[in-house]
């Protein structure tokens, strides 16, 4: 994992910030096992993982709240490691806000620039500016104790951002509000940050707010960065089983390799007495256990004539918001997502699954890969 | 039951307390309960005793030096003990803390052979160091769980914003600490007040405090003027209580679970 992830960003242009195999240890446990990641001006950048994946080991890195074991992190050419926090100019919204209780809503905001010593009238301008921006204006005297999740969200935004820094970090900045909300403060923050035009790392474990938010994401699990792109990169070309399988909860199951495709780079597999079309990141040998990922959304399911023997039944229908999903049964169990003005198919009924050979992935499953944290 | 249970805890607690208060308002010569008759004289007799309202101001002088001084340094040495752990700040918490497993009589006994080895002689210092060694272990557990409590990410939070580790201390913790640090300088106040089983070793005659004053009263002579000292000591007692109950609230004194803030 040393060599540096950077899809999708232009090669020529040196990235604003540069991690190099950041490696960090705690109690023992590799948390961080040589993360390398750069990040260019003025991109909204989603680190998105599972708990326990390092991401907020890797915040805190950034920040210089955590010491690092090994490696580096430059920000425009400029060694970080030996820079105490409060000179590194980056500006953080913590999960849980981490407000100051002790100061009003206008203080909380002005404490940066306080600690500029800018110029009282300045300082009232500015924070006027941000309170504005945020639409916070009427709440400038109130306590964060007083105030909603959302509200303390803003504010903890607007105390950040107060002071312009090169570099904005966002803790799971929407975890702690509840789902309606949490649709509208995406977008808000995403609006924000756009039009300040800050360089930001917005982390996440919830992948729906890593696509809405971020241009390119990178995907980390124990320790390690599993692969860098824009949201439809890591959909539709996943790195690994573990971003195949993190992303759009997809059906998964296990088959084994009948015939390689060098041309298309897909493989025809078979399970019992099921053969299906998926594509591969390497060539395979007949015979290879696979892991095949594909995503309900893509399957399609026809009702089974009298040529084709039907291997598949109608098990149940759930209803969703975006549609409904057909639980069938056959040598595997697949999920179907369809369109609810799709034709409706009894329970019982004989049909036959299918996609895109291109929207299925096959991984081989190898002997588990020593995990870089435990826990 | 348990109503009679209470009110015969109430009644056990408060009782000595309301004979003392009535016993000090008699206008008699002697002790007697009930009082004969009300009146202040006895608050009159001994506020003109000059060396009682010595001992009193040394109380008072005593009780502020001490509580100022523990407050402030277990204030520091409760800062490094939860935000930099270590084993140089396990031990130093735990020797701050090692009073609480020593009698107050025996450590009296300790200083004062010490302080004879020195030849030092009773003085607001030599009191002041003594009163220091008992509050600190009070005041220093006061604060660390105030501290504990405490969302280290603020102090991040303020670091981010360019906040340097002396403005994070001024700005962030200690405004964040300030009902603690209040509590704990009332309680040292009122232990520091209050106290005899130390502070009987560390005075001598003409340099001393109130309850050691009252206690060498009690034994040559029992006069209604000892039950009005006392009452002078039990309002100031109360005092700190109506105010750390009207400042922080006696269930979150007591218990820390009120919400930060």
Redo the contacts between chains.
Sequence with gaps: MSETVAAGGPPEQEAFLQLRDVAKNLGGNPVLAGVSLDVFEGDLLGLLGPSGSGKTTLLNII???TDLDAGSVRIAGQDLTAL?????????T?Q?Y?????LTVFDNIG??LR??KVAAPELRQRVGEMLAVLGLTGLAGR???SLSGGEQQRV?LA??LA?R?RLMLLDEPLANLDAALRQRVRFEIREILRSTGVTSIFVTHDQDEAFALCDRVAVLRGGRIQQIGTPAELIYQPANAFVARFIGSPNVFEASVQHYDAQTQSIRFVRDRFTGAACVRAPLTPGTRVEVFVRPDEVVIARADDVQPAKFRVKDWVHLVSGREAWIEGPITLRARLPSEATHLERGAAVIPSWRPERAHAFAIEPAPPAAATT | MMRVLVVLAVVFATLPGVIVVLASLTAGQSLAFPPQGLSLRWYEVIFADPDFRDALLTSLTLATITSLLAVSLSALAAISIVRYRSRATALIEAMLLSPLAVPHIVIGIGILQLYGYFGLRADLLTLTLGHLIITIPFALRMLITSLAGMDRQIEHAAASLGATPRAILFQVILPQMKMGLLGAAISVFILSFDDVALTVFLVQPGYTTVPIMLFGMAENQVLPSIHAASVILLLASWLGVILIDRLIGFDRFLFRDGPSG
């Design positions: 920040g210089g709240f105490p926090p409060h000179r590194r100019d980056i500006g953080i913590f849980k981490a407000l100051f209780p002790h404490f940066g600690q500029r306590y964060p104790r903890a105390r950040a002071v820094p």
